[in-house]
């Protein structure tokens, strides 16, 4: 019978990995010592908390032309921009929309090479939270990852700190696996992953020929297209001179308070951060209200929340009606708080707005 091994790792360089083994029904979990060689090929289990997973209406296509379309999608509202970005694509779920995850090239570069210094060959690379099992009834579940919990339901997966996962899970039935029997889960949802992280540039490769005649294949057509190359080469040129421009300004806001990579705009972030006020509003009192101001507007599903340094809080939203944001603006001033539209995308009939939420000044 084939052993399936998942390669746990962890959140922190120079941490401990741990080693998953499952054969038939049996299954056991052991730390790897520093300098073991294990020689094996294994399932990498990613750090939940450096993925971001999304469900999202793309165009039918390739996988090459879903990540391409999924990168558009997210290029402003991250601020990695698109060398240091990895996309990865999953299949569709039942409202037809498609599975896409990201994380920064690093991480996973890091991964790969946190594996390959034990001997371990990479077979795929999930997040943990995309293990969990998605319950046919679309109950919650929720499940320990060391400091932090995975959450999943249909059409949702993440993981997040405990207070935050106890505000989100506390009003609605959910399911809880407790660490002691995690193990079998986990190997499970890798028997059949969601999705797989070694796609583009990380794909698993067949062979050295193949490589070579895709190889060979690339060079022939670059051969008839360079006319059009040279043609289009001052318009590339002006539009990477605008990126790097872009980048740059993100790197010194990034460079001033590192938190700001993590949102949409660094700059004002790190402005905001930088002049913030020393009494701000307190976190469990925000989001309690925020998540009852949600609630009081039936038409409005809440996609994430993020408590920033700066004592806001970052929320997408979804809706299928306008007047459903109408309605929240309202909640929103009878609670006393600060409303703020970053984004709003109409993808069919789904309405998804990108929110900054404060108490009132």
């Given at each position: 019978?084939?052993?399936?091994?998942?390669?746990?790792?962890?959140?922190?360089?120079?941490?401990?990995?741990?080693?998953?083994?499952?054969?038939?029904?049996?299954?056991?979990?052991?730390?790897?010592e520093?300098?073991?060689r294990?020689?094996?090929?294994?399932?990498?289990?990613?750090?939940?908390?450096?993925?971001?997973?999304?469900?999202?209406?793309?165009?039918?296509?390739?996988?090459?032309?879903?990540?391409?379309?999924?990168?558009?999608?997210?290029?402003?509202?991250?601020?990695?921009?698109?060398?240091?970005?990895?996309?990865?694509?999953?299949?569709?779920?039942?409202?037809?929309?498609?599975?896409?995850?990201?994380?920064?090239?690093?991480?996973?570069?890091?991964?790969?090479?946190?594996?390959?210094?034990?001997?371990?060959?990479?077979?795929?690379?999930?997040?943990?939270?995309?293990?969990?099992?998605?319950?046919?009834?679309?109950?919650?579940i929720?499940?320990?990852?060391?400091?932090r919990?995975?959450?999943?339901?249909?059409?949702?997966?993440?993981?997040?700190?405990?207070?935050?996962?106890?505000?989100?899970?506390?009003?609605?039935p959910?399911?809880?696996?407790?660490?002691?029997?995690?193990?079998?889960w986990?190997?499970?949802?890798?028997?059949?992953?969601?999705?797989?992280?070694?796609?583009?540039?990380?794909?698993?490769?067949?062979?050295?020929?193949?490589?070579?005649?895709?190889?060979?294949?690339?060079?022939?057509?670059?051969?008839?297209?360079?006319?059009?190359?040279?043609?289009?080469?001052?318009?590339?040129?002006?539009?990477?001179?605008?990126?790097?421009?872009?980048?740059?300004?993100?790197?010194?806001?990034?460079?001033?308070?590192?938190?700001?990579?993590?949102?949409?705009?660094?700059a004002?972030?790190?402005?905001?951060?930088?002049?913030?006020a020393?009494?701000?509003?307190?976190?469990?009192?925000?989001?309690?209200?925020?998540?009852?101001?949600?609630r009081?507007?039936?038409?409005?599903?809440?996609?994430?929340?993020?408590?920033?340094?700066?004592?806001?809080?970052?929320?997408?939203?979804?809706?299928?009606?306008?007047?459903?944001?109408?309605?929240?603006?309202?909640?929103?001033?009878?609670?006393?708080?600060?409303?703020?539209?970053?984004?709003?995308?109409?993808?069919?009939?789904?309405?998804?707005?990108?929110?900054?939420?404060?108490?009132?000044?």
């Amino acid at each position: 019978m084939t052993v399936l091994r998942l390669l746990i790792l962890p959140p922190q360089s120079g941490a401990r990995l741990e080693l998953i083994e499952a054969e038939g029904d049996v299954v056991s979990r052991r730390p790897v010592e520093i300098d073991e060689r294990l020689d094996v090929g294994a399932v990498l289990v990613a750090p939940g908390a450096d993925t971001v997973a999304r469900w999202m209406d793309l165009p039918v296509g390739s996988p090459a032309q879903a990540r391409s379309a999924a990168a558009f999608r997210v290029e402003d509202e991250i601020a990695l921009a698109g060398e240091e970005l990895h996309i990865a694509v999953g299949g569709l779920d039942e409202a037809g929309r498609t599975l896409v995850v990201w994380t920064a090239r690093a991480k996973l570069n890091a991964w790969l090479d946190m594996a390959l210094a034990h001997g371990v060959t990479p077979e795929a690379v999930i997040p943990d939270y995309l293990l969990l099992p998605e319950d046919p009834a679309g109950q919650l579940i929720v499940a320990p990852f060391g400091e932090r919990l995975g959450l999943r339901e249909p059409g949702r997966a993440f993981n997040v700190e405990p207070e935050l996962a106890a505000l989100l899970a506390a009003d609605r039935p959910h399911r809880y696996i407790p660490a002691a029997e995690l193990d079998p889960w986990l190997a499970a949802g890798a028997r059949s992953p969601a999705i797989n992280l070694l796609q583009g540039q990380f794909a698993i490769r067949s062979g050295a020929p193949a490589r070579g005649r895709k190889r060979l294949a690339i060079l022939a057509a670059v051969a008839v297209i360079s006319p059009l190359i040279l043609v289009l080469a001052q318009i590339a040129h002006d539009q990477l001179t605008a990126r790097a421009l872009e980048r740059q300004a993100r790197s010194l806001a990034v460079s001033m308070v590192p938190q700001a990579s993590r949102y949409e705009d660094p700059a004002a972030f790190a402005l905001a951060r930088i002049t913030a006020a020393q009494g701000r509003q307190g976190f469990g009192d925000l989001a309690a209200s925020y998540l009852a101001m949600v609630r009081s507007a039936p038409g409005v599903t809440l996609d994430t929340l993020v408590y920033g340094d700066d004592g806001a809080i970052r929320s997408a939203i979804a809706y299928a009606n306008y007047s459903d944001m109408d309605q929240l603006r309202n909640a929103a001033k009878k609670a006393g708080l600060q409303l703020t539209e970053q984004s709003t995308v109409t993808e069919g009939a789904r309405i998804t707005s990108d929110l900054i939420v404060r108490r009132q000044p």
